[in-house]
Structures are given as structure tokens and as C-alpha cells.
T-cell receptor, first 111, second 115 residues
Framework: GENVEQHPSTLSVQEGDSAVIKCTYS??????FPWYKQELGKGPQLIID?????GEKKDQRIAVTLNKTAKHFSLHITETQPEDSAVYFC??????????FGTGTRLKVLA | DSGVTQTPKHLITATGQRVTLRCSPR?????VYWYQQSLDQGLQFLIQ???????AKGNILERFSAQQFPDLHSELNLSSLELGDSALYFC??????????????FGPGTRLTVL
């Protein structure tokens, strides 16, 4: 069936350290993988995305990698800051319209 | 501010009742998506509309229905409410809704509590 597993569910890092969140998808037809950041009391906000024909994408302190063979994709945040603390969701697009979301990772950046 | 608005922000009701959640997409966006987020759960895709027509359906219960009006705002109707329907309900919009070609912008959500 359609499924996106996300790990870890919670992650605490010291300010300045790196954080890595991993997702695994089940449907090999998935072709687009966005990452969202959700702050308390707000809706999810897209922070980075990657398409299936690309292996890595970087935007300042945030990067995403995709391994299509293993059906894994990961979010990497370097030089973490307290304002990075939030819940992060990965998602995989199946077909054209249907997004399957992971269960989220609560990231805490300790000052 | 994403430009997507949702009302009401909070809704408390009783089991068996019916409620309507409203969403106004960003100016220029033709596509609206509805999601349900239960406590400590990810986002469950419910349904998508594009320019007034239903385009995709996810795990939406038969007790739930939605529509998109000519002015592009959308309403999600939840009926015969059960305790398990308590959740955050998000609306998102995008320009076209073709997936991977444009970004989904999420509203602030409506928190539904069923007592």
C-alpha cells in the first residue's frame, strides 16, 4: 500500500550541530518529494523539495537527498538554530495529485 | 502569512452534529486541498478540487463532503460527527494542482473538537 515512514519522531540537537531526518516511501511511482516545516499553531510551510530525476538539492543550510533505488530521502539541516525548532514532515507525491505524508519529526534545537 | 485563510479557527461541537469548515485560497490559485491532522499524526489527504471540480480523493469518509464554489472558496462539511473526528483540518491551495509543478500553500487550520 501507500506509505511514507519517517524517523526519528523526535530529535534534539545542540545549537550549531546538524540534524538529519529520514523518510522511506513504498510506491516506486512516487516522483516528487517535498519537505514541510510546521511551527506551533501554524500550517505546514514548504522548505525544500526534490524531484525523482535529481539526487540532491541544497538551499543554504538545508539540503535534501534522494536515493530512488532504496526509496529513501533525507532532510539535512546544518548549523541548526533555535528557530529551526518545529515539526518537520516529509511527503511523497503519487501520480499527479495525491500526497502521502510522513508522521512528522519534532526537532528541538537546544541553545 | 501564506495567503490562505480558514474559518473558524476553533470549533467545538457534540457527537452527531454537523459542521462546515471554510477555506479561501490564495489569490490566483485554482486548486484547493483538504487535509486532516490528528494528534501526533501526519497529514491525511482528504480531497482536492480544481476550478470547481473534484480532482482527487483520498481517505475521506462518506460522512464528509466538500465543494469548491465559483469564487474558488471551498467548504468541507463534516456530518454525524464522532469523537475520533477531533483533529486539525488544513486547507492548502496551489496555482494549478498538477503536483511537483507548483507549491501547496497551507492555511492556519481549523481545530475541531467533538465532545
Amino acid at each position: 500500500g501507500e506509505n511514507v515512514e519517517q524517523h526519528p519522531s523526535t530529535l534534539s540537537v545542540q545549537e550549531g550541530d546538524s540534524a538529519v531526518i529520514k523518510c522511506t516511501y513504498s510506491d516506486s511511482a512516487s516522483n516528487y518529494f517535498p519537505w514541510y516545516k510546521q511551527e506551533l499553531g501554524k500550517g505546514p510551510q514548504l522548505i525544500i523539495d526534490i524531484r525523482s530525476n535529481v539526487g540532491e538539492k541544497k538551499d543554504q543550510r538545508i539540503a535534501v537527498t534522494l536515493n530512488k533505488t532504496a526509496k529513501h530521502f533525507s532532510l539535512h539541516i546544518t548549523e541548526t538554530q533555535p528557530e529551526d525548532s518545529a515539526v518537520y514532515f516529509c511527503a511523497a507525491l503519487k501520480g499527479t495529485y495525491k500526497y502521502i505524508f510522513g508522521t512528522g519529526t519534532r526537532l528541538k534545537v537546544l541553545a | 502569512d501564506s495567503g490562505v485563510t480558514q474559518t473558524p479557527k476553533h470549533l467545538i461541537t457534540a457527537t452527531g452534529q454537523r459542521v462546515t469548515l471554510r477555506c479561501s485560497p490564495r489569490s490566483g490559485d485554482l486548486s484547493v486541498y483538504w487535509y486532516q491532522q490528528s494528534l501526533d499524526q501526519g497529514l491525511q489527504f482528504l480531497i482536492q478540487y480544481y476550478n470547481g471540480e473534484e480532482r482527487a480523493k483520498g481517505n475521506i469518509l462518506e460522512r464528509f463532503s466538500a465543494q469548491q464554489f465559483p469564487d474558488l472558496h471551498s467548504e468541507l462539511n463534516l456530518s454525524s460527527l464522532e469523537l475520533g473526528d477531533s483533529a486539525l483540518y488544513f486547507c492548502a491551495s496551489s496555482v494549478v494542482g498538477g503536483g511537483g509543478t507548483d507549491t501547496q500553500y497551507f492555511g492556519p487550520g481549523t481545530r475541531l473538537t467533538v465532545l
